[in-house]
C-alpha cells in the first residue's frame, strides 16, 4: 500500500454563537458538537451537527417570543475535532480562567444518532438531572418516555413482567474518559459534563459508507430520533440555565467515590508491595463528603431565594474541587483526579486515574503520594458543600 498524505497547515474555525442570561450573565451553559468528519460524517458528528442546530433554531424561536435564560447558553460548533479535539481544546484552554470561574456545566453530542438505544455518559452528579430530563421526551419508537424506554431496555426482565417502570426507577450511566469535545472542559478544568445520544448497529464508523444514504435507510430513515436529540438537548440546556438552585446532586457522587475507593483499596492488598498503603483518610474523607452532601440534598429545598446566587457559585466549585494543579503522573495536562481517560484505555474512562495509575505501575510512594491528593481533593470538595449547607441553615 502506498499512502499520499497532504501534510499542510491550514486554520481551523470554531462557530460560537451566545444567548445572554439576564439574571446571572455571567454564568455559562455551554453545549457543543465538532463539525469535522473523516469523510462525510453523516452519524460522525453530522446528526449532532443537524441536531445542534435545530436546538439553536428552537431557541431562536423562544428568544423572538421574549424568553430570555437566567444564565447565558454558548453554543459551540467546534472544528479540528477528528485531529486530535483541536477546536474546543484550544477554545477551552484560551478561556480557562473564564470557564473555571463561570462554566455550569457542558453538554456534548458527537455522533448521537445511529440507531434508537439511548445511553449517556456523565459525572455522576449529573445522573438524576439527566434521568429527569429524558422523562420529559418521548421516544418515537415506543411511545414512552426516552426514560422509560432506557430503563426497559436496561431492565427487560422486570420491565416485561408486567410492562411498569417504578416511580423509584433509575438507569445506569456510563463515565467519561476522553475521545470527544468534552475532554478539555470536565478532565482539564474541571467543569460538570455529559454526553448522550442513540445508537445501534453502526458498521460505517469513520468510512465513506457513513453518508446521507446510510442514514436514510438504516441509521434514522425518519430523522425522528435527530429531533428527539434536539429536544432532549434543548430542555437539558433549558433547565441548566433557569432552574433557580443548580441540579447537582453530589450525594451521588459520593458513593460513587467510595465504590471506586474500596476497588483499589482491594487491588493493593493483593498487592505484596501496595498492601501496606493506607487508604482509610480518603474513605473517612470521601464519607464525611457523602455525609454532608446527602443533609445539602434533604434540605435543598428550603434554599431561601437571596442564597441563590451564593449557592449556585459554591455548587460550581464542587468539581473544581477535583482538579489538581499539576496533574496526573505522565499526563499532567489531564487534572480530574476522579475521572480521567487510562494510561492504557485509550478513550475510556479510568476512575481515580492517579491511583490507579500509581497501583498499575506497582510504586508504593507514588500510591500514597496519589491517595493524600484524592484525600485533599475531597476534603476540598466538601468545604464547597459545606459551604452551601451553611448557607441554606441561614
Not at 486530535?84 to 455522533?111: C, F, P, R
Request: charged share 25%; proline share 5%; aromatic share 10%.
Amino acid at each position: 500500500m502506498k499512502l499520499d498524505m497532504d501534510y499542510k497547515i491550514k486554520p481551523i474555525w470554531d462557530v460560537i454563537g451566545t444567548i445572554p442570561g439576564k439574571e446571572y450573565p455571567s454564568e455559562k451553559v455551554v453545549i457543543g458538537n465538532h463539525r469535522d468528519a473523516w469523510v462525510y460524517g453523516a452519524v460522525d458528528p453530522n446528526s449532532g451537527t443537524a441536531s445542534l442546530l435545530e436546538t439553536a433554531r428552537g431557541l431562536g424561536a423562544l428568544v423572538k417570543s421574549g424568553w430570555q435564560p437566567n444564565r447565558t447558553i454558548v453554543l459551540c460548533s467546534w472544528d479540528g475535532e477528528e485531529y486530535g479535539l483541536l477546536g474546543s481544546t484550544e477554545w477551552g484552554e484560551q478561556n480557562a480562567e473564564e470557564l473555571a470561574k463561570d462554566a455550569v456545566a457542558y453538554i456534548n453530542i458527537d455522533a448521537p444518532v445511529s440507531g434508537t438505544n439511548f445511553s449517556s455518559s456523565a459525572v455522576p452528579s449529573l445522573d438524576r438531572f439527566i434521568m429527569n430530563v429524558t422523562k420529559a421526551v418521548k421516544d418515537p419508537k415506543t411511545g414512552m418516555s426516552v426514560f422509560d424506554t432506557w430503563y426497559a431496555e436496561q431492565n427487560k426482565k422486570a420491565f416485561e413482567k408486567d410492562n411498569t417502570v417504578p416511580d423509584t426507577a433509575v438507569t445506569k450511566l456510563g463515565r467519561l474518559g476522553s475521545g470527544s469535545d468534552f475532554t478539555v472542559f470536565i478532565d482539564h478544568l474541571g467543569v460538570p459534563a455529559f454526553d448522550f445520544g442513540f445508537g445501534g448497529p453502526y458498521g460505517v464508523y469513520h468510512s465513506v459508507l457513513d453518508d446521507f444514504y446510510w442514514m436514510e435507510h438504516w441509521g434514522d430513515p425518519t430523522f425522528e430520533y435527530h429531533a428527539t436529540v434536539a429536544k432532549v438537548l434543548g430542555i437539558a440546556a433549558i433547565r441548566l440555565a433557569d432552574d433557580a438552585v443548580l441540579p447537582f446532586r453530589y450525594s451521588d457522587y459520593a458513593r460513587q467515590i467510595s465504590d471506586y475507593i474500596k476497588e483499589r483499596q482491594k487491588r493493593a492488598e493483593e498487592n505484596s508491595s501496595l498492601k501496606s498503603v493506607d487508604f482509610s483518610p480518603a474513605l473517612e474523607a470521601c464519607a464525611e463528603f457523602q455525609k454532608v452532601a446527602e443533609n445539602v440534598d434533604a434540605n435543598v429545598g428550603s434554599i431561601k431565594p437571596g442564597a441563590y446566587a451564593k449557592v449556585n457559585s459554591a455548587l460550581m466549585e464542587v468539581e473544581r474541587a477535583f482538579v489538581h494543579k499539576a496533574g496526573l503522573p505522565k499526563s499532567p495536562w489531564f487534572k480530574h483526579q476522579i475521572y480521567a481517560p487510562g494510561f492504557y484505555t485509550g478513550y475510556a474512562s479510568q476512575p481515580l486515574p492517579g491511583v490507579a495509575r500509581a497501583t498499575e505501575e506497582n510504586d508504593p510512594a507514588l500510591l500514597r503520594e496519589e491517595v493524600t491528593i484524592l484525600t485533599t481533593a475531597l476534603k476540598n470538595a466538601t468545604l464547597k458543600e459545606q459551604e452551601v449547607l451553611n448557607l441554606i441553615k441561614d
